[in-house]
């Protein structure tokens, strides 16, 4: 009777009555592999057990396991083996590694160890892998010096490329180039390796070499290199050899390749290209989670937030879950937005898919509601954080800072001694920024020196126009002047943040002094032009204002109009300075009228110092009255009549002292809150009183 190894044609138990074990073991495993049959193989050891047969049909056996995914089996064996081959041993590492169980791969490399068996090139090149999994540089760089004692050399590819696979993952680049340069033949592994490395550690210029290197030695680029080295031109915006890799990418085949069209969007977003990384996406058949993910976020760091928002949505109906990384990025272009109710709904899907604690996605949702003026829910999401890094502390300081809850911002950075977190230069700007809309000047000055004295912390422009901006609001301008002129080559923005300074003090000496200066730094930023023109008609000198106004029209550079947004009923409404576009103009102006009589009752008088123009009293004050902030909470204040909640407007602008005042007798009128976010901070209006203690 001839024997076939399919099951259907003769049992297995059959096989095994005819004691096809004795003649042909090795073919009967390689059946239980073929057909994935862990059953029978434990029928087969218990024959081998039985019959007493070799170690090596017992190695073979483990390996059997091993490949029907039974590793658990594999490794009970393998325990009861009195001697295993190297090979076995190798097959177990490996495994445990391919499966995610890195300790117990480390476990067993010890265990081969500790019993004497020495590891040889497989082992090593599995192991290294492991331990770079793990964090574990030390043994790491013990089992690099085994090697070397063993006589394995770095110079074989497989041991070379897991070597700089390891040390590149540490950050160890100048290892990981020294093992790089024994190898004699390296392949596309150990360059792209070494690529990532140095991608990650944002030295561009070597990954780039490295790249033109494995070209000149004629090793051909895969889908990851080429993904590697797109993400070292995204990180130094080298537009130029991004677009060279471009054309690479179709010429080598690679155009339609995951991995690489992922990161040649993610390239093109990074400098600033979102366009064409929207090109790029539209090539995709079915993007994953990563490449949905990547446009988002490109998207949101572009200013494309009502996009992004857009992409999102579409992402969902595809039924593409989100992760964190998703999601922070969605919850980053909410709050840019300031689109609290649909930040909310994305705090559901947050918490649905039980990210709410994650240190991503909390330090997203602590910045939105931060930016949505609702500190109270930013507290409750960092509370409910079960791990606090610098990022989450920082955003917290953040919406403490421009809500005007200075205390609160100094205590928190105060806490992080105790937290084990060490301030960066994030934490120090919004710190200093805190004490900027909390008034609390001293604090400020000490925080400052600190990080020029304690902190191993750069000293930013940011820094120092924090700095000047807290001074000069002080009344402190010459210290400011001081500072700035500490700076090298001080820019612009310095100056700008004096003479706004100079001008909520009615200064004009100090302006009249640098004036000049500032116009040569800033020749053609109209922000400037503004500033200066501002000033002069605050302090009545019309001379200047008309001189300031004809360099402007002769430069072509316009001012931005005011502008306020309020969301009702979720529909976004816009106002501008004196526009009567708006189909409810009637019912605004009545309402309007009618708080502006009833605030005039509790002491409100038009401050016609915050009109910037040549106009008499009476146009003055009537030009006041239409402002765009009013003409918003008027239209809100008709529009929800008969609602408690709070009332939220966002102007582009500073808000003006006249319109400051104004508010806060409304707050009272109506008796609700009125949170209000102009360009610089929060302001949050209740009963008569602003939480900024009209310090701003």
Not at 137 to 160: I, K, M, T, W, Y
Not at 631 to 640: C, D, G, P, Q
Request: hydrophobic letters at 40%; charged letters at 25%; proline letters at 1%.
């Amino acid at each position: 009777m001839q024997l076939t190894f399919h099951k259907r044609a003769v049992g297995f138990s059959q096989l095994l009555k005819l004691n096809y074990l004795t003649t042909k073991p090795l073919s009967l495993i390689q059946q239980c592999i073929d057909t994935q049959s862990i059953l029978d193989l434990k029928k087969i050891q218990t024959h081998i057990t039985k019959s007493g047969f070799t170690l090596t049909l017992r190695d073979k056996l483990v390996d059997a396991y091993l490949k029907c995914g039974s590793i658990s089996d594999g490794r009970k064996l393998f325990d009861e083996m009195p001697e295993r081959h190297i090979v076995t041993w190798n097959s177990m590492i490996a495994r445990y590694i391919s499966g995610k169980n890195i300790k117990e791969a480390i476990g067993l490399y010890r265990m081969m160890i500790f019993e004497g068996l020495f590891p040889n090139e497989y082992t090593f090149s599995s192991i290294f892998k492991a331990f770079s999994e793990l964090g574990c540089l030390r043994e790491g760089q013990r089992a690099h010096g085994l090697s070397v004692v063993l006589g394995v050399e770095a110079s074989n590819v497989f041991v070379g490329s897991a070597l700089v696979d390891m040390y590149s993952k540490f950050g160890q680049m100048r290892d990981a180039k020294l093992v790089a340069d024994q190898v004699v033949e390296k392949d596309v592994v150990l360059f792209t390796a070494l690529i990532v490395g140095y991608s990650q550690q944002r030295a561009a210029w070597e990954a780039l070499a490295v790249f033109v290197s494995m070209i000149n030695e004629g090793v051909k680029a895969n889908e990851y290199t080429f993904a590697s080295i797109l993400i070292a031109c995204g990180n130094s915006e080298d537009l130029g050899n991004g677009r060279l890799i471009h054309g690479l990418i179709i010429k080598s085949g690679f155009e339609s390749a995951v991995a690489s069209q992922t990161s040649l969007l993610t390239m093109y977003s990074k400098c600033g290209l979102i366009d064409d990384s929207l090109k790029v996406f539209k090539q995709f058949v079915n993007p994953n989670r990563v490449t949905w993910t990547s446009l988002i976020a490109g998207l949101v760091q572009n200013g494309r937030e009502e996009v992004a928002l857009t992409k999102f949505r579409q992402m969902i109906c595809n039924a593409i879950n989100p992760n964190s990384f998703t999601l922070s990025s969605v919850l980053r272009a909410c709050a840019s937005l300031a689109m609290l109710e649909e930040g909310k709904q994305i705090h559901a899907i947050v918490t649905k898919y039980g990210l709410d604690k994650d240190k991503y996605s909390g330090a997203a949702l602590i910045d939105l509601y931060g930016k949505c003026g609702n500190t109270e829910m930013a507290k409750l999401v960092f509370d409910d954080l079960t791990e606090v890094d610098v990022v989450s502390v920082n955003s917290m300081i953040y919406s403490y800072a421009q809500n005007g809850f200075g205390a609160e911002a100094l205590e928190l950075f105060t806490r992080m001694k105790d937290l084990r977190l060490h301030p960066n230069e994030i934490t120090f700007l919004s710190v200093l920024l805190a004490c900027n809309n909390a008034g609390f000047v001293d604090e400020g000055c000490q925080i400052f020196a600190s990080m020029k004295s304690c902190h191993d912390i750069e000293l930013t422009r940011d820094h120092y126009a924090c700095m000047v901006n807290l001074l000069g609001r002080a009344g402190r301008l010459e210290e400011a002047e001081i500072l700035i002129n500490q700076v090298e080559n001080p820019d612009v923005v310095l100056w700008r943040t004096l003479l706004s300074a100079c001008r909520i003090h009615g200064e004009v000496k100090i302006v009249e002094r640098i004036k000049n200066k500032v116009l040569e730094l800033a020749a053609g930023d109209e922000g400037t032009h503004v500033l200066l023109s501002n000033l002069f008609a605050s302090t009545g000198k019309w001379n200047q204002v008309i001189e300031i106004k004809t360099a402007m029209r002769e430069m072509k550079l316009k001012k931005d109009p005011a502008m306020t947004w309020v969301d009702v009923d979720r529909e976004v409404h816009t106002f501008m300075a004196g526009n009567c576009s708006h189909p409810r103009l009637q019912e605004i102006f009545e309402t309007l009228d009618d708080l502006i009589q009833k605030v005039k009752i509790l002491g409100y008088v038009p401050d016609t110092r915050f009109v910037l123009q040549d106009l008499d009293e009476v146009r003055k004050e009537r030009s006041l009255y239409y402002h765009s902030e009013k003409l918003a909470i008027a239209f809100a204040v008709w529009k929800t009549s008969n609602q408690t909640s709070s009332i939220r407007i966002f102007k582009n602008l500073r808000v003006c002292g006249d319109c400051h005042n104004w508010i806060k007798l409304v707050s009272k009128v109506v008796k609700r809150e009125i949170i209000s976010r102009d360009a610089k901070r929060f302001h949050h209006f209740k009963d008569g009183l602003c939480s900024c203690g009209d310090y701003w």
